[in-house]
């Protein structure tokens, strides 16, 4: 199967209190290191930003970045914008599913994604559940789920968790999660400035 993936990175931040995507850890910013550890497992790395002012730090030159069509309207658009683009690119037509992520996930590793790509199979999506509580932020979908989630777009619904309900989903529960990653660290994302400082730590910076 050929996976591309898409890293969502048009929040705002508020509970970290600056932007996310720029944080310094271990000598790169948190969108930098997120594009260079999915660089080694999938092809393209897609970054979804808001456009307008959002400044994002410097890229890898692999990287593509993009405007959300929607911004300000939550995860499931964003999710909408990357696979149209990249069911509409000629070049990226060969590609069956994206791995979604955001930008604030540091224990994230290529070796998670590669296992969690292996798992997918024939299914439309593959999304982790971890204490009952479904992880659409690391998640593979097929981009047959665009007319689905298009839909869902237009009936109001912002949250990709309904998604899985709708869609031929595998669920992963933590005791196959943990056969990839025994502490489940891979789906801890930062989001207060405590986070940030245990990351900080974890990492030796």
Same mark, same amino acid.
């Given at each position: ?6 890293? $969502?990175? *048009?929040? +705002? ?5 600056? /932007? ?8 790169? %910013? ?7 550890? $999915?660089?080694?497992?999938?092809? !393209? ?13 410097? =890229? !890898? ?40 992520? *955001?930008?604030?996930?540091?224990? =994230? ?26 992880? !659409? =932020?690391?998640? =593979? ?17 912002? %949250? ?8 031929? %989903? ?11 990653? /025994?502490? $489940? ?15 900080? +730590?974890?990492?030796? %910076?």
């Amino acid at each position: 199967m050929l996976v591309g993936s898409l890293i $969502l990175a *048009g929040g +705002r931040s508020r509970r970290m209190g600056k /932007p996310k995507e720029s944080l310094l850890l271990g000598g790169n %910013t948190l969108l930098g290191r997120t594009i260079e550890m $999915l660089l080694e497992c999938t092809w !393209p790395v897609i970054v979804v930003g808001r456009g307008g002012d959002q400044q994002l730090p410097p =890229l !890898p030159l692999e990287a593509t970045v993009i405007a959300d069509e929607q911004p300000g309207a939550g995860p499931l658009a964003a999710i909408a914008t990357g696979l149209r683009h990249v069911r509409n690119s000629r070049e990226l037509g060969d590609k069956d599913a994206v791995f979604v992520t *955001g930008c604030d996930s540091p224990y =994230l590793t290529a070796n998670v994604v590669g296992w969690m790509s292996e798992q997918m199979a024939q299914r439309q999506c593959v999304m982790p559940r971890s204490g009952g509580v479904l992880q !659409p =932020l690391c998640a =593979l979908y097929r981009l047959d789920c665009l007319p689905v989630i298009e839909e869902l777009l237009r009936n109001g619904v912002e %949250t990709p968790r309904t998604l899985a309900e709708k869609v031929d %989903t595998l669920i992963l529960e933590d005791a196959a999660l943990q056969k990839c990653d /025994p502490g $489940l660290r891979f789906l801890k994302s930062l989001n207060t400035p405590e986070d940030y400082a245990q990351a900080q +730590r974890d990492f030796g %910076t």
